[in-house]
């Protein structure tokens, strides 16, 4: 068997957010996105390959912000789609609007070792 580790794409709502997202210890992508935003579906699969990218590193969590407008309220989500890296539920990067693959890739990767260097211990 290959012990690589497994991409990590979930979805979430209003309901199993705290479940699925803040109670994560590894840093979570969350994906606030809509049906009727093409800009979103633009980045969906740039998104879907980040979780394999950086399988082990971090999960990814995309939310509907039509069926979870909680959520959308409580990262202040005004326009969409807007990508969040959480940190045990605090933002710790945000990006709005659509991105390619590789700007994607190198936000997440900042955000990686910036959440890394606030968490080193001397």
């Given at each position: ?77 005004r326009s969409i789609p807007t990508l969040l890296v959480l940190d045990h539920g605090t933002p ?5 609007g659509a991105v390619g693959g590789a700007q994607l890739d190198r ?16």
């Amino acid at each position: 068997p290959c012990h690589k580790p497994l991409p990590w794409l979930a979805r979430a709502t209003d309901a199993d957010f705290e479940r699925v997202a803040d109670a994560s210890d590894l840093p979570v992508l969350v994906d606030l996105w809509a049906t009727w935003c093409p800009p979103c579906h633009a980045i969906a699969p740039h998104v879907a390959r980040a979780a394999e990218t950086f399988a082990g590193r971090l999960k990814v969590v995309k939310v509907d912000v039509d069926k979870a407008p909680g959520i959308g309220a409580r990262f202040q989500a005004r326009s969409i789609p807007t990508l969040l890296v959480l940190d045990h539920g605090t933002p710790i990067a945000r990006q709005v609007g659509a991105v390619g693959g590789a700007q994607l890739d190198r936000w997440i990767e900042g955000a990686l070792a910036e959440r890394a260097g606030t968490h080193s211990t001397g």
